[in-house]
């Protein structure tokens, strides 16, 4: 769809997640009655109340604060070195920016891989002071002590697998479940993670094919990014999808908007006005 056809959500379409009308909060409820329907539903992430704003009004039904804040918002080179402080400070702001859209916190590196105790601590600070609806974290099998005992606390859990990028430094970061064997255990973690009481599974960077196997295996809806078209959802990171982010983006990913270049001429516009004696002009001076 082209940017002018996409301006304004469609009119109410009922209880849809995107497009319908309500103003309440959408909870894990509704994005579990879109599977049932078959609705394909977006998330994007934010960093900041004032994007998150944007993203709300336009009829996102779902926002992640994904530690993705970590090479998009905050300058580090990954997402490794993100903490629970930065998470929860820059979710609370998405909470504030935020009406409808249920907010998923991502749970940074470090935050829960000692175990489930540690997991319910930080995913309970993000809940009671960030205000999220909902945690992220990465993992199947190996992450699976942690979302029951979260969704047991009343948490709801989205899990993450696939490329994990809070990984980065074992997995590095290519196209995960290519073999039979892994494949095969793609498969077995997302059911895990079900079973485990997780509301959705993000599928990052793994075969369409499969991506698609897992969708049709599951009652619950899954999340795809560069994971082809036959996942429930699509997620992309909100600097790259608007094209703030600098350099090479990911071959999956697509440009709606080129901020980078459109930001880049307001401020070279700004200076040259500054520079020239062109601003403050008349209107904009009190006398
Ligand atoms: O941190 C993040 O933005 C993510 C998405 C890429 C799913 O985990």
Redesign the pocket.
């Known amino acids: 769809m082209t940017l002018q056809a996409a301006q304004k959500p469609p009119a109410d379409s009922g209880k849809t997640l995107y497009g319908g009308k309500g103003t309440r909060r959408i909870t894990v409820h509704d994005i579990a009655a879109a599977k049932v329907r078959g609705e394909k539903w977006p998330?994007l992430?934010a960093y900041d109340a004032m994007t998150a704003s944007v993203f709300d009004e336009a009829g996102i039904p779902v926002i992640?604060v994904?530690?993705?804040?970590g090479n998009?918002h905050l300058g580090y080179e990954t997402?490794v070195p993100v903490t629970m402080d930065e998470m929860t400070f820059l979710s609370a702001a998405v909470v504030r920016g935020t009406k409808r859209a249920l907010v998923v916190g991502?749970l940074p590196f470090g935050s829960y891989q000692e175990g489930p105790v540690q997991a319910l601590r930080n995913a309970t600070r993000l809940v009671k002071d960030a205000g999220v609806g909902a945690i992220?974290l990465?993992g199947g099998e190996r992450s699976l002590p942690q979302t029951e005992l979260l969704v047991q606390a009343g948490i709801p859990v989205m899990s993450?697998l696939g490329l994990t990028?809070q990984s980065v430094n074992t997995m590095g970061y290519r196209v995960q479940g290519r073999s039979d064997e892994a494949a095969h255990r793609l498969l077995s973690d997302a059911k895990a993670a079900q079973d485990a009481g997780a509301f959705a599974v993000?599928l990052?960077l793994v075969p369409a094919e499969l991506a698609a196997e897992v969708t049709r295996s599951l009652h619950i809806p899954t999340?795809g990014?560069g994971a082809g078209a036959g996942t429930d959802a699509q997620?992309?990171?909100w600097t790259d999808m608007a094209g703030l982010t600098g350099g090479k983006v990911p071959r999956f990913t697509k440009q709606y908007a080129n901020l980078r270049e459109t930001l880049g001429d307001a401020a070279r516009a700004f200076a040259e006005d500054v520079n020239g004696g062109a601003f403050p002009a008349e209107e904009h001076t009190f006398h």
């Open positions: 998330m992430t992640l994904g530690d993705s804040m998009c997402t991502d992220k990465e993450h990028p993000v990052e999340i990014i997620v992309l990171v």
